[in-house]
């Protein structure tokens, strides 16, 4: 049986199709032409107001982006438990990374176990500053792609790390840093303190496609057992 999509909770259901559509490195537009609607109506889907689906269209839309149907949130239920939300603070510039560890969190995401947040599920017209600060405060764990843009950046030092290290020091916040490129992360006395997935001086950047896998996987498992803990 088709799903209705005027059950649909559509804010939620267009948080989805943004989180999904970046983790296949689409565009709008590429949605767009694969359902045959416009690209203003898939912005517009994802802000929370359908246009332009039908319910072959939507069958579609959820083809395209990987979505199974028992993953649609359905207005007046409540949202998947994801009493673990996990916040990933990266550098724009290392996005391929962010792109694969995505790839490898999905299955716990299917399952319910956490809720992944990373700043392309901003939406259009929304205070990206306050909803940062708003990710920043419900996640129970943040994993930190470090490398040297991502400690080069200003924004990621002030506006996600320092609140992240204050909540790891005042709530148990968990750090997990994994390491991209080369950089200075063993002389950073505050980052340091923390137990990175691979070695400081093995760096993603530096292994083949095996031992990257393998490591977004170590981070998959931390994730994995972190949600295991009783509350």
Same mark, same amino acid.
């Given at each position: 049986?088709?799903?209705?999509?005027?059950?649909?909770?559509?804010?939620?259901?267009?948080?989805? =199709?943004? %989180? !999904?559509?970046?983790?296949? #490195? +689409?565009?709008?537009?590429?949605? /767009?032409?694969? *359902?045959?609607?416009?690209?203003?109506?898939?912005? =517009?889907? %994802? !802000?929370?107001?359908?246009? #332009? +689906?039908?319910?072959?269209?939507? /069958?579609?839309? *959820?083809?395209?982006?990987?979505?199974?149907?028992?993953?649609?949130?359905?207005?007046?239920?409540?949202?998947?438990?994801?009493?673990?939300?996990?916040?990933?603070?990266?550098?724009?510039?290392?996005?391929?990374?962010?792109?694969?560890?995505?790839?490898?969190?999905?299955?716990?995401?299917?399952?319910?176990?956490?809720?992944?947040?990373?700043?392309?599920?901003?939406?259009?017209?929304?205070?990206?500053?306050?909803?940062?600060?708003?990710?920043?405060?419900?996640?129970?764990?943040?994993?930190?792609?470090?490398?040297?843009?991502?400690?080069?950046?200003?924004?990621?030092?002030?506006?996600?790390?320092?609140?992240?290290?204050?909540?790891?020091?005042?709530?148990?916040?968990?750090?997990?840093?994994?390491?991209?490129?080369?950089?200075?992360?063993?002389?950073?006395?505050?980052?340091?303190?923390?137990?990175?997935?691979?070695?400081?001086?093995?760096?993603?950047?530096?292994?083949?496609?095996?031992?990257?896998?393998?490591?977004?996987?170590?981070?998959?498992?931390?994730?994995?057992?972190?949600?295991?803990?009783?509350?």
């Amino acid at each position: 049986m088709p799903l209705d999509i005027s059950a649909i909770d559509w804010p939620r259901f267009g948080s989805l =199709m943004r %989180e !999904r559509r970046s983790d296949k #490195g +689409l565009t709008q537009a590429n949605v /767009a032409k694969e *359902l045959g609607i416009s690209q203003p109506a898939i912005s =517009m889907s %994802e !802000r929370g107001y359908p246009v #332009g +689906l039908s319910e072959d269209r939507l /069958a579609l839309l *959820l083809a395209t982006l990987d979505i199974a149907e028992g993953e649609v949130p359905i207005a007046g239920l409540a949202e998947p438990q994801a009493d673990k939300n996990v916040f990933v603070s990266y550098s724009h510039r290392d996005r391929e990374y962010l792109n694969r560890l995505l790839v490898h969190f999905r299955p716990l995401v299917k399952k319910g176990l956490i809720k992944v947040w990373e700043d392309s599920q901003i939406g259009v017209g929304e205070k990206w500053r306050d909803e940062i600060a708003k990710a920043l405060d419900k996640a129970a764990a943040a994993v930190l792609l470090v490398s040297a843009d991502f400690l080069a950046s200003d924004f990621i030092v002030d506006h996600e790390l320092q609140p992240l290290l204050k909540k790891a020091s005042e709530d148990g916040t968990k750090i997990i840093p994994l390491i991209l490129t080369p950089c200075r992360f063993t002389r950073d006395e505050s980052l340091s303190a923390f137990q990175a997935i691979n070695a400081p001086d093995n760096p993603l950047s530096g292994m083949d496609d095996h031992g990257r896998e393998a490591a977004y996987d170590s981070a998959a498992l931390t994730i994995e057992k972190l949600v295991a803990l009783p509350k």
